[in-house]
């Protein structure tokens, strides 16, 4: 990777690709005026002039490479990645299925509309929707996951991406993109920075850098005649150099490779941001809308208790709820059994000694259950026993209504357990909330970001959850227009929100989001409309988002301070060295007590070159996160950044020119 990015940094070199960064372009410009003026001197026969020359144009060289080394380092990380993904596109062949036959065609030639048939152990060719079958699909080269997921025709799985390998089984697939435009190949085109387009703050930054160099650029240009007329020899590369050392030529060096860094950071926790606007969106998002299930929950309501009615033990109200639920295949079913089984040690029972006829969950009587010989016990919702009951002659007891009626204001379901004409408790199902949620909510609240909940229980229900999980708010029955709509309004306030869905009925919400993730397990009208993709299908890796554009920002910031301050320091170097001789008072302004005004210029230029090679960790690595708001890192990036970038070149030029000295460069 490092031989690539050596090659690229020269290949850089080339004028209408450095034009992107202005900076550095002026850089270059420069090193090449500096450069004609050193083989001119050498042609005229004036050596006291071509060693310090040619030493000026060589470091300003130099700078260029270094900060095209740093973008050519940032993408490459991705190079390896993307030539597997394309070698696996490459040779992968595909089983096209028409009206009266199927042929096998390389994966290229697919086109949009297409029907392929995909068959165990081969790989899927293209991005597509499945439209009959069901298999088990391994995504590992995609996401880098290695459990296999289902992928089914019809609902929200199934989405398939090209480049994934069948397991088992089979299915049809429908191909939704034609080549070049799918999900590969934007992975491919992202991972190799070829389509990376400059962000709004990016550009703005780039505005600012080209208008300091405008001004600095008229600056110098007027130190000539001034020095002329005050009988001072200035030479075209002691210019240059001190143009150099006085724009920011640091922070425009690497704001490219931070920002392709910035996405690859996101790349590496499986997350495919389609636009470097939506990583630095994401650093700006101070309103977060959350799915409850699957993303605050554990995804599934879970037995938690057991509550018998006055008369009934315990112990005897979960072994007639276990044996309801042996046949239940659900995961609330599955949990009550677990739960009596540690509560209690009740263990499974040999059903088919109690000659034991299941009774199935139905729709339309909204229970199950169990008939043995001389019991039937039956477990369903509240008015689903009631009317069970009703039917028997009896009514549900005020007890079982005043236990279903307190959990459910607690946020929990009642599941009524009865056993012939009697109701013998409530069994206390609740969405379990995941651990630690609660502690990034807080976190999040102390970077300003506003958590909002979004699920389709009823009010009671969903503030209890809210609650429980310390989110600032929550939207209770939530359709798609509900939540299209609670997006817009908080947008009309000037908020940016970023949002996470998988369904086709998200699809709306998350087009409308500054941050819509997709989960790549979601259907394709959702992917495509999100900005971003989960590789994983972890609805709460959107906080992992918000984090890692905030870091973008932050090292954006912190190293635009470093810069500018690093630019004060050498002042005190250049300008004293311009007009010593001819203003001897400028000594003053020499407090690093330089040995001569040549080796302070040097100094200068070859601090200025290696000051970038040394901050290119950092810039792909990124600035340490900190869950803090906006006022606390600018106070924490001027003492660090600021104050760093001030002394660090007094310190690193002053170490230079002893250097200088020692070895006689001069």
Wanted: net charge neutral; glycine share 10%; aromatic share 6%.
């Amino acid at each position: 990777m490092l031989t690539r990015a050596i090659c690229g940094a020269f290949l850089k070199l080339n004028p209408r690709s450095l034009w992107a960064s202005p900076v550095m372009f002026v850089v270059e410009v420069l090193a090449v005026l500096t450069t004609y003026f050193t083989v001119r001197d050498v042609i005229n026969g004036q050596p006291a002039a071509i060693w310090f020359n040619g030493q000026i144009a060589a470091w300003l060289w130099v700078t260029v490479l270094f900060a095209n080394f740093a973008e050519a380092l940032a993408e490459g990380r991705g190079k390896a990645q993307a030539a597997a993904m394309r070698h696996t596109r490459s040779e992968t062949l595909a089983i096209k299925l028409t009206m009266d036959r199927a042929m096998k065609i390389p994966a290229s030639q697919l086109r949009k509309g297409d029907v392929v048939l995909v068959t165990a152990g081969d790989v899927i060719p293209g991005d597509g929707e499945v439209i009959d079958g069901i298999a088990s699909v391994d995504e590992s080269a995609i996401t880098g996951e290695s459990a296999p997921v289902i992928r089914e025709s019809g609902g929200d799985r199934s989405s398939v991406t090209g480049g994934t390998r069948l397991l088992s089984d089979w299915i049809k697939v429908r191909i939704t993109a034609n080549p070049g435009e799918t999900f590969l190949d934007r992975m491919i085109n992202l991972v190799e920075g070829a389509k990376r387009q400059k962000t709004p703050n990016e550009i703005a930054l780039n505005i600012l850098l080209l208008g300091l160099t405008i001004i600095f650029l008229l600056a110098v240009a007027t130190l000539e005649p001034f020095a002329v007329y005050s009988g001072t020899l200035v030479s075209l590369p002691v210019l240059a150099a001190l143009l150099v050392c006085l724009i920011p030529t640091t922070i425009g060096g690497l704001l490219s490779a931070i920002g392709i860094a910035g996405m690859d950071r996101l790349l590496k926790r499986n997350i495919l941001a389609m636009s470097g606007r939506a990583v630095e969106a994401a650093g700006d998002v101070d309103v977060l809308l959350l799915d409850k299930t699957g993303t605050i929950t554990l995804g599934n309501r879970m037995a938690t208790e057991f509550v018998p009615v006055p008369g009934i033990s315990p112990e005897k109200l979960a072994g007639a709820a276990q044996l309801s639920s042996l046949a239940d295949e659900t995961p609330e079913g599955r949990s009550i059994v677990v739960l009596a089984k540690e509560k209690f040690n009740l263990r499974e029972r040999d059903m088919a000694g109690l000659r034991a006829a299941f009774v199935p969950f139905s729709a339309q009587t909204r229970m199950s259950g169990v008939d043995l010989e001389g019991r039937e016990i039956r477990k369903g919702a509240v008015d689903a026993i009631e009317k069970y009951l009703r039917d028997k002659g009896k009514n549900l007891s005020s007890e079982i209504k005043a236990i279903a009626e307190e959990i459910a204001k607690k946020g929990g379901t009642p599941l009524v357990v009865a056993e012939g004409d009697r109701a013998l408790g409530v069994v206390y199902l609740k969405d379990v909330i995941k651990g630690g949620i609660r502690e990034r909510f807080a976190q999040l609240r102390r970077m300003g970001i506003k958590t909002v909940m979004i699920t389709g229980d009823n009010p009671l229900t969903a503030a209890a959850i809210a609650a429980e999980a310390g989110v600032d708010d929550f939207l209770p029955e939530a359709t798609p227009e509900a939540k299209l709509k609670l997006i817009r309004e908080y947008q009309e306030k000037g908020h940016l929100v970023a949002m996470t869905g998988d369904g086709t009925n998200d699809a709306p919400a998350l087009a409308q989001a500054d941050v819509g993730v997709a989960m790549n397990s979601g259907t394709q009208a959702a992917k495509e409309a999100g900005n971003m993709v989960d590789l994983d299908s972890n609805p709460t890796k959107l906080i992992e988002v918000v984090e890692t554009g905030k870091q973008l920002l932050m090292t954006r910031g912190a190293l635009t301070t470093f810069s500018i301050a690093n630019d004060v320091a050498k002042y005190f170097a250049i300008i004293p060295a311009l007009f010593l001789t001819t203003y001897p008072q400028l000594g003053i302004l020499n407090i690093m007590r330089l040995a001569s005004p040549q080796s302070a210029i040097l100094s200068a230029v070859i601090f200025n070159a290696l000051i970038i090679v040394a901050l290119v960790p950092l810039a792909l690595r990124g600035v340490a996160y900190l869950p803090m708001g906006a006022a606390a890192i600018l106070r924490r990036n001027m003492l660090l950044y600021g104050l760093g970038g001030l002394v660090t070149p007094f310190i690193g030029i002053k170490a230079i020119d002893m250097i200088i000295v020692a070895l006689g460069m001069l």
